[in-house]
Nanobody
Framework: QVQLVESGGGLVQAGGSLRLSCAAS????????MAWHRQAPGKQRELVAA???????NYADSVKGRFTISRDNAKNTVYLQMNSLKPEDTATYYCNAFRANTHYWGKGTLVTVSS
């Protein structure tokens, strides 16, 4: 079992930056693919960024060049650095851990970008 707790969300103006953190407990995440997903009101949840246990990253086209996912296995924590934020980035952001066909999810942190 993996417990995930997100933090770092909030209200920011367009063009600003935020860094989200996802603290994991219950298991060592170094063996997991970790990801950030987001869900805007009235929309489906979508993958934002992912990082494998080997450090390979993948990003949604809408955030490439603006967002960076990273992991600190010693701290059992994953980060999402978000720069040049846009109003369309407004959503609840969820941390996800995936391994052996099993997904674990955090409860999410709200990011609101004002224009």
């Amino acid at each position: 079992q993996v417990q995930l707790v997100e933090s770092g969300g909030g209200l920011v103006q367009a063009g600003g930056s935020l860094r989200l953190s996802c603290a994991a407990s219950g298991s060592i995440i170094s063996f997991y693919t970790m990801a950030w997903h987001r869900q805007a009101p009235g929309k489906q949840r979508e993958l934002v960024a992912a990082i494998t246990s080997g450090g390979t990253t993948n990003y949604a086209d809408s955030v490439k060049g603006r967002f960076t996912i990273s992991r600190d296995n010693a701290k059992n924590t994953v980060y999402l650095q978000m720069n040049s934020l846009k109003p369309e980035d407004t959503a609840t952001y969820y941390c996800n851990a995936f391994r052996a066909n099993t997904h674990y999810w955090g409860k999410g942190t709200l990011v609101t970008v004002s224009s």
